[in-house]
Each structure stands twice: as C-alpha cells, then as structure tokens.
C-alpha cells in the first residue's frame, strides 16, 4: 500500500513549492503577445491592481453606505449603481497611474476617455465593463469585471474613438474578474485561458486554473426564461429541444441563470453549457454590449475551445459601429453552440 505523507504546514504555506502569483505568471508569459515590450505586462498587473481594489469594496459593500443607486443613468440607459461608478472610478485611476493606456472605454461613460500620464500615453486601448451584474449587489451574489485590450493602431498619435472600433478578432488580451465565493481573475493573450485566484490573506492572485479548456457540450443552459415570448422562433425552438427528454444526448438539460453575466460564464466556461442573451422584441440586437461584454468573452471562450455567435456569425468577426452597440449572444461549449445557431437560421426544427 502506498504511504501518504501528510503535508506539512511550511509545504501548504508556499503550495507544495509550486504556488505560482500571477505578476510571475505575466512576466514568464511576456513572449506571448508579438511585438510586447514591458508596457504590456505591466498594464495587466495595473488590471490586476485595479481589480483588487475593486474587491476590497465589494466585499466591504455591505459595511459601508455605498448600497443603493447613484441617482444617474449610464450610457445605454440602465440605472447605475454606487459601485458600478466605484468600479469605473478605480480601473480609470489604475490606469492612468500605471501610464500603458492612451484610450479608456467603459460600460459607465458615455464617451471614449483619453489617458495621458504625465503629459504621455501608453499604447493600449482598454474597453471594460467594470461591474457587471450589479443588480446582485444589493443581495450577494456574484459580480464581476470584464476587460478587452486592443492596440492603438501604428502610427496613431491621438487616439480617437473609432481606434476603438476594432473587430474582437484584434484583441490583444481580454479577461475577467468573478467577485464570488472566491475572487478569480482570468484572462486570454491568444495562447489559451487561466485563472488565477485571490489569496486574500497575501493580497496575490495565484494561478489555480491553468490552461482552461471548456467542454465540446455540457449540460447547463443559461438564459432569462422570463423573455421566452419575446424570442425568435429558432430561439424559442432550441430551448425546446433542450427540454426534451432524450437519453442518447443526455437531455433533458438543466437551467441556471444568476443575471450576472460574468458568473454565468465563468460556470459554464469550467462546467460545460451555453448562455444566451438573445436578440428580442424590445432589443432586437439583445441586451449585453458587444465591445464590454460579449467580444471580450468570445475570445477568451474560443481559446478555451468554445464558440460565440450572435446567432448568424462568430461574435468575434462583427465590425463594431459604435462603443456602446449591442449584439445578440450564444456562447459557451462549442456543439451546444453550434446547434443553436442551426435552430436560429432554421437548418433545423422541432
Ligand atoms: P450590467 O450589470 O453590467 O449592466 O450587466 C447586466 C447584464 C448581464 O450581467 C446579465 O447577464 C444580464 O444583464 C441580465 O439581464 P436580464 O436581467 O435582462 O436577464
Ligand atoms: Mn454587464
Ligand atoms: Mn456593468
């Protein structure tokens, strides 16, 4: 029989010797984004900052008077929350002290934001939905933050807002950060999908998930059911079929939606699913934000082995229009999505 020698405290303490933060992870990593210099590294560790603050107030959010609403608008009309502008506020302010970033476009801010530090910009562009999810805030549950980073196009000396309208395809990096049970972060450079996790008792990110490959198809769909009359048909058909008892494809399949959009993800990124935000009657190009929400996302689920469609083509090959465009969502294991899409052209039916 085999001898299992109990970990010792020290092994724990430092992870068996393997524990790895994620500003060593970035730095190993710095060959993967071409032609990076520092500037990028160090704009991930600004995000990685940012959003340590970010859960510093999250998790403060019920001990201090930063409930309720701020008493404005955002630009696509939802009501903001205090800690959405919280959020807005302290990535705005990391990263314009980190000094990489020359353009600034967030879900809160109607306009793109130029970046100088110092009487200097950096050459990154960041687009980001700082919180997401936030009507859960007020009754705990998981939020997020979701960012996209592209490059100021060469010789560009003034950003202007159309630098910003590049297809998710350009994306440099894109990530996420889940304020949950515990506090990850994950991102993309192009070269596959990790997650890191906050240590808070050493204020560090350590890598817990790396190389994440999600399933080709799982058992999970997340959608609001409460929308289902306002649908399309091929919608309203694939939800359908996914009810369906049938034992060779494993249906019926389950639902779970928590209306965070981050969290939806991120548990169907790990567990195998699809979520879908759907164009409708109200919003005929859905709900969630094509440059904050749902090309960041794309990317990193198409380098974890997913798939992203508006339903008619792959999320990441739209040409945007405008910052704060909308698009229609179908994301997560590839056949699921897939099989959607057949549904939405009509290539099949009940
Ligand atoms: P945000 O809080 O950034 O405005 O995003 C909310 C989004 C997304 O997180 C979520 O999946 C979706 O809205 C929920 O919308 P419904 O309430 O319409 O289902
Ligand atoms: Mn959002
Ligand atoms: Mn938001």
Redesign the pocket.
């Known amino acids: 029989m085999q001898t299992v020698t109990a970990p010792t405290q020290q092994s724990l303490a430092n992870g068996g010797g393997k524990l790895k933060t994620l500003e060593q992870f970035i730095i190993e990593r710095q060959g993967d984004v071409p032609g990076s210099t520092g500037q990028f590294s160090r704009l991930l560790r600004d995000i990685a900052l940012a959003a340590k603050i970010v859960d510093r107030d999250v998790r403060k959010a019920g001990l201090v008077d930063i409930f309720g609403e701020a008493g404005g608008e ?1 630009a ?1 009309g ?1 009501t903001q ?1 205090k800690l ?1 502008m919280l959020a807005h506020e302290e990535f705005v302010r990391a990263l314009r002290r980190g000094g990489e970033v020359c353009m600034i476009g967030s ?1 809160e801010h109607d306009e793109a934001i130029p970046i100088k530090t110092n009487g200097h910009s950096g050459r990154y562009i960041v687009l980001m ?8 805030v007020d009754v705990n549950v998981s ?2 933050t ?1 960012f996209s980073i592209y490059r100021l196009p060469d010789g560009c000396e003034e950003p202007l807002t159309e630098h910003a309208l590049q297809p998710g395809r350009d994306q440099v990096a894109a990530g996420y950060v889940v304020y949950g049970s515990s506090t990850m972060l994950v991102y993309t450079t192009g070269n596959g999908v990790n997650g890191f996790t906050l240590d808070p008792s050493i204020g560090e990110f350590l890598l817990s998930h790396p190389n994440i490959q999600t399933p080709n198809v799982g058992k999970i769909y ?3 059911e ?2 289902y009359r306002s649908w399309e048909d091929g919608t309203k058909e694939y939800i359908k079929w996914l009810q369906i008892e049938d034992k060779a494809t494993n249906r019926p399949y389950t639902s779970r ?8 993800f991120h548990r169907n990124l790990l567990k195998g699913g699809i ?1 879908i ?1 759907p164009a409708n009657v109200r919003d005929p190009r859905g ?3 094509l440059m ?2 749902a090309n960041p996302m794309a990317f990193i689920v198409e380098q974890a082995g997913g798939r992203a469609s508006t339903g008619s083509q792959p999320i990441l090959d739209v040409k945007p229009e405008m910052l704060h465009q909308r698009c229609p969502v179908y994301i997560g294991s590839a056949d699921m999505v897939e099989m959607a899409e057949d549904f939405v052209a009509g290539r099949r039916t009940l």
Do not use: W
């Open positions: 955002n696509t939802d929350k959405d879900e939905d700082p919180l997401d999810g936030s009507s859960n939020i997020g979701i997340s959608i609001n409460g929308n939606y928590i209306g965070s959009f981050v969290a939806d979520y935000y709900k969630l934000r904050y929400e």
